[in-house]
């Protein structure tokens, strides 16, 4: 009889487990507002572009079946910032008809791709979390940013500073936004189950000088 009663209760149990909803995921939105420390005082940007919002505590795994790119072009780089998630690879394709020499000694991830130009292009797996600086060692002009991050709940923003990250599992994160030159804001944010989470980062950027040495620590020899 007992071990009826258990049975019953137990499938009294899993009747009313399956009929509570599944949780639903949830979203973060808001803007990014950004302004320039000048002397004492403080400007706000009309452009607040590339700033990147983004969850922590977690990970996942990288978007199926995307290739990230970070292309050398017009001796620039394609992007100034680029956010990856861990474990995904990067491809570097050169099309100037002129040599680069993409290369970065971040401790995130050190990678020399030595001399090539159009068509050839070399691919880098970035396989721990951090900020990975990358530099051309002919053209100190080229730089860019390689975010890495542990999961896919990110957004960078357009010029307008706005974003939105989508399918969220209710709970509760910290949330970081950063962008170039500026200390990263951190909020601990909660969403709710089904439900957007509105939220306005406020970033300080003070301008950082952009020159550099080379890959062997000297300065950049002029062509």
């Known amino acids: 009889m007992r071990s009826l009663v258990g049975i019953t209760a137990l499938i009294g149990l899993a009747a009313a487990l399956a009929a509570v909803p599944p949780a639903q995921a949830g979203t973060l939105q808001g803007e990014v507002q950004v302004t320039e420390q000048v002397g004492g005082r403080k400007d706000a940007l009309d452009d607040r572009g590339n700033a990147v919002i983004f969850l922590s505590g977690f990970r996942e795994p990288p978007p199926a079946g995307r290739q990230a790119t970070l292309a050398q072009e017009n001796k620039a780089f394609s992007q100034r910032v680029l956010v990856v998630t861990q474990g995904e690879g990067v491809s570097f394709p050169n099309h100037d008809n002129i040599h680069h020499n993409v290369w970065s000694k971040s401790g995130t991830k050190s ?3 030595g001399l090539y130009k159009n068509p050839d292009s070399k691919l880098v797996t970035f396989d ?5 600086t990358v530099f051309c060692n002919i053209h100190p002009q080229m730089i860019a940013t390689i975010l890495v991050l542990p999961n ?3 957004a960078v923003t357009g010029n307008d ?3 939105r990250i989508e399918g969220i599992k209710p709970g509760q994160y910290e949330a970081f936004a950063w ?3 500026a200390k990263p804001a951190r909020h601990t944010i909660t969403i709710e189950d089904g439900k957007p989470t509105e939220f ?7 301008r950082i000088p952009i020159r550099h040495l080379n890959k ?3 300065p950049y020899e002029k062509y």
């Open 111 to 113: 990678f020399d791709l």
């Open 128 to 132: 721990k979390p951090g900020m990975v």
């Open 152 to 154: 896919t709940k990110y």
């Open 161 to 163: 500073g706005a974003y």
């Open 179 to 181: 962008v170039e030159g």
């Open 200 to 206: 306005n980062f406020n970033l300080v950027l003070q």
């Open 216 to 218: 062997d620590g000297k």
